[in-house]
């Protein structure tokens, strides 16, 4: 008797939560945010971080290389894109006029120019749509997965493929448009327009997070919300594209913030402050955020400014640099700290008062087995080039940025844009004594 009436019990919630999930499927369940895996890879010379999606029908695994300010998603089509519900989307309507330098082919099929921000190599590709599932969050955990059935991106071939790691496919960007990898799904599930991400910096094991939507970030043990602790600074346009191709009177996709000045031991670094401010006729000059440049970049004076305060500042004798680093230590002169190599914080002071400290972790790249510490910042020379060729403007003509603060310096550091308050939230979660590999990926289903 009893064990009758446990099976229909059991058959009954059987049948309940199958009509349940059908509906989610069917449209009723609304996510607050979706969450995203991001894993550091170094198979290639330099790291790069690596996200997940899954797409087409029946749904593969796709891997994307991170591109903050990349404009739009581009995945390769040229061998095994195999997909039921892969549509071309038509040149001239609405959907490829959000891929702002676009063409038309001859079959009328939309047409968009995928470009490799790693290697810098550009190709043209048919704007297409698919399916796209990937899985909500509260904030705590991983839920159900939520599917967008029209998520668009460009087809790009194996020569734009060439200089990302084995496995990945394409490029996921992250920038200021309505087709940019976050606010597709922020358009698909009415979010504001918001998202976070947390790098990494270790390899196996150890995933970094995106949420994009709203809700509150919880890391494992920290037990409180991060979205509360935030420092914020305003994020600035850059009217002037930074990409490697664009078309004429296109802004930059690109994060930029306002660098004022830069402390180092509660002394200021000498610079041009010319150089800190975006030039609005040119698009040079200024700071942005790239998770594609793994290390910061610094204009030629700023470099030799910021090595010669810093060299000062740490007290100990130089050895001769390993590139592309120009400024190194031999690390058994140096101390290590619970917060990295043992070196004053480099204090990027920002146009509202905010202060974005960089510690040892994020300043100094340890090479040659650990024998050597350098300054995690290369010289990136000091002619703006800006010279435009023809209607696009080819790799290596587009506006010199000042300031690049690069994937290392984002390690471990919550970093959030949030486009309808147009600010920048940051702040270093290690000085919590946490890291980005702590959020609970575990789904609740
Ligand atoms: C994507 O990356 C994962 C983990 O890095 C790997 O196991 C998988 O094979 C990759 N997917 C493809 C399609 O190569
Ligand atoms: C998420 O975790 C926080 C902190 O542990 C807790 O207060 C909150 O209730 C949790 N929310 C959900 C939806 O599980
Ligand atoms: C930066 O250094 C200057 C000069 O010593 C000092 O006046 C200023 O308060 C410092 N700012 C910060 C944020 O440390
Ligand atoms: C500062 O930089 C600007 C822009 O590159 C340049 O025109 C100016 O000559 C520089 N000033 C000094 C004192 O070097
Ligand atoms: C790096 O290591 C090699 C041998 O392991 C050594 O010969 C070389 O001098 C080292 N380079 C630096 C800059 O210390
Ligand atoms: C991770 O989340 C799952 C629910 O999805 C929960 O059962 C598990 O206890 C969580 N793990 C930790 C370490 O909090």
Same mark, same amino acid.
């Given at each position: ?90 040149? +001239?309507? *609405? ?8 063409? #038309?082919? !001859? $079959?009328? @099929?939309?047409? &968009?120019? =995928? ?27 991983? +839920?159900? *997965? ?8 460009? #087809?790009? !071939? $194996?020569? @734009?493929?060439? &200089?990302? =790691? ?29 998202? *976070? ?18 809700? =509150? ?229």
């Amino acid at each position: 008797m009893i064990p009758t009436l446990r099976i229909t019990l059991s058959l009954c919630s059987f049948l309940l939560l199958l009509i349940s999930s059908s509906t989610a499927k069917t449209s009723s369940f609304r996510p607050k945010a979706i969450v995203l895996p991001v894993t550091k890879d170094i198979s290639t010379s330099t790291p790069q971080y690596v996200t997940q999606i899954k797409q087409r029908t029946p749904l593969v695994t796709v891997n994307l290389t991170v591109d903050l300010g990349g404009g739009y998603v581009w995945v390769n089509c040229e061998h095994g894109y195999v997909s039921s519900t892969s549509k071309a989307v038509a040149c +001239g309507s *609405a959907q490829c006029k959000l891929f702002g330098s676009s063409s #038309c082919s !001859s $079959d009328k @099929v939309c047409g &968009g120019f =995928p470009s490799n921000t790693v290697t810098g190599v550009s190709t043209s590709g048919d704007v297409r749509s698919d399916v796209v599932s990937v899985q909500s969050t509260n904030g705590n955990y991983s +839920g159900r *997965a939520v599917t967008v059935p029209k998520f668009l991106f460009i #087809c790009g !071939s $194996d020569v @734009v493929q060439k &200089g990302l =790691p084995k496995g990945v496919s394409g490029i996921a960007g992250f920038g200021r448009t309505k087709v940019s990898l976050p606010f597709q799904f922020s358009s698909a599930f009415h979010f504001t327009r918001k998202f *976070a991400i947390c790098l990494s910096s270790g390899t196996i094991d150890s995933r970094g997070v995106i949420i994009i939507g709203d809700a =509150p970030y919880n890391f494992g043990y920290l037990n409180s919300d991060l979205s509360k602790a935030l420092n914020f600074t305003p994020l600035i346009k850059n009217p002037v594209s930074t990409a490697p191709i664009s078309s004429l009177g296109e802004p930059s996709f690109e994060y930029f913030i306002g660098v004022k000045s830069i402390n180092i031991s509660d002394k200021e670094v000498p610079l041009n402050k010319t150089l800190l401010s975006i030039n609005k006729n040119n698009g040079v000059g200024g700071t942005k955020i790239s998770t594609v440049n793994p290390y910061g970049i610094l204009e030629t004076s700023i470099y030799k400014a910021l090595s010669k305060a810093f060299v000062s500042a740490v007290g100990v004798q130089t050895i001769s640099p390993v590139s592309p680093f120009g400024t190194c230590f031999a690390s058994h002169d140096i101390g290590f700290t619970p917060m990295g190599p043992g070196v004053p914080d480099i204090k990027l002071v920002l146009e509202n008062g905010a202060v974005w400290d960089i510690i040892g972790a994020n300043s100094m790249v340890s090479l040659n087995n650990s024998d050597v510490l350098c300054l995690g910042f290369v010289d990136g020379g000091s002619n703006p080039k800006t010279s435009q060729v023809g209607f696009y403007h080819k790799t290596g003509n587009q506006p010199t940025t000042s300031i690049t603060i690069g994937a290392l310096q984002l390690e471990n550091n919550l970093i959030q844009v949030d486009l309808k308050t147009s600010r920048l939230g940051f702040r270093s979660i290690f000085l919590d004594h946490s890291n980005c590999a702590n959020f609970n990926f575990t789904s609740s289903v």
